[in-house]
């Protein structure tokens, strides 16, 4: 069983699509920092911060832990995603005893859709040529 680290710092990968975030978690206020910036900065549109907050809400440490973040990449849905997910991994790895939770509510998948890539021949990834009879 590991054991649970008392005033460290905690780093975990999350991706979504093309984004990539580096998160950091450590012991402090609640305090969510995102390339600098403050948390309503940056994803200003308030589902996407309810989505990122999740994990933290469902473990109850929304309110203990400071989470620093780098990411890159992708959307800002993208982004949120990359970063709910880095947060959730960083959580397992602050404490193994959240794995179950985590888990059960989805946040440790790795969301696989992304864009399919365009075929030549083709107008777009599926899409064919229209047929035109005169």
Do not use: C
């Amino acid at each position: 069983m590991v054991k649970k680290q008392d005033n460290s710092t905690v780093r975990a990968v999350g991706r979504r699509k093309t984004s990539a975030a580096r998160v950091r978690l450590t012991t402090g206020k609640g305090e969510i920092t995102v390339n600098g910036r403050t948390l309503e900065n940056y994803f200003p549109i308030l589902i996407l911060q309810k989505k990122i907050i999740s994990p933290l809400q469902v473990v109850g440490r929304e309110k203990n832990l400071d989470v620093s973040v780098r990411v890159i990449g992708g959307g800002v849905h993208g982004q949120a995603g990359a970063v709910r997910h880095g947060i959730a991994r960083a959580l397992v790895k602050w404490d193994e005893e959240l794995k179950p939770i985590l888990k059960a509510e989805g946040f440790l998948t790795r969301d696989p859709r992304a864009k399919e890539r365009k075929k030549y021949g083709r107008r777009k990834a599926r899409r064919g040529h229209q047929w035109k009879k005169r």
